[in-house]
């Protein structure tokens, strides 16, 4: 498995990307638009079965959504990743699954879609990688409000243009992002228009 060097990556509209880090390293998830949706997983470098658990997360913390603070833990109740900077609307949703190829059949859609759980197993298949199953996401960028009585509330995107993420690897990890190909509903904004985002892959920042 190739680690990434620093640069920076576009994460194409409506496709997905995996990243193998370095304890210690950093990505930073630029939102260029604002607006757009990214499903994020990530895993134990050394033992896939590991990986972000968000019902863990929701347990570890007694949270319903991710903001800056909240310790993203693994299946073992690790953290695996820091978000050490949020400059989004935060409030990022732990409790939608990813879309899949059977939502796009409820919504109408005939014929083939991309969606975020395929961008996950192509993603992994890149780095030669094949997992039996689709955790959930942490989906950054959108908001999902629990109303009084349970029912839940798909907030349009608030982050502004330019909005960012940055996440910490705390030990050597893979992190999937999917950029979300949705366009039938408004969950990448009114105008349902997916659109690309930027990876800038950093060293330790206490790297020399």
């Not at 950093?26 to 895993?43: K, M, S, Y």
């Not at 366009?183 to 228009?193: A, F, K, L, Q, S």
Request: proline share 8%; aromatic share 8%.
């Amino acid at each position: 498995m190739d680690f990434e060097e620093a640069g920076t990556l576009v994460l194409p509209a409506a496709h997905g990307k995996a990243i193998c880090l370095r304890a210690g390293w950093r990505v930073r998830v630029v939102n260029p638009h604002g607006t757009q949706a990214l499903d994020f997983w990530a895993f134990n470098a050394a033992d896939p079965s590991e990986f972000l658990s968000m019902d863990n997360v929701r347990s570890f913390n007694s949270v319903a959504y991710v903001e800056k603070e909240t310790a993203l833990v693994t299946t073992q109740r690790r953290p695996i990743v820091c978000m050490t900077e949020d400059t989004s609307a935060g409030q990022h949703d732990t409790l939608l699954c990813a879309c899949n190829p059977a939502i796009y059949r409820e919504l109408g859609v005939k014929g083939y879609h991309r969606s975020c759980s395929d961008n996950l197993h192509e993603a992994l298949g890149e780095i030669g990688w094949k997992v039996p199953f689709t955790p959930a996401p942490l989906n950054m960028f959108m908001s999902v409000d629990v109303r009084p009585d349970g029912s839940l509330d798909r907030i349009l995107p608030r982050s502004k243009p330019g909005a960012h993420v940055e996440l910490r690897a705390e030990f050597d990890a893979v992190l999937v992002f999917s950029n979300c190909p949705q366009d039938v509903t408004t969950i990448n904004g009114p105008d349902r228009t997916p659109r690309d985002c930027v990876l800038e892959i950093l060293p330790p920042a206490d790297a020399p």
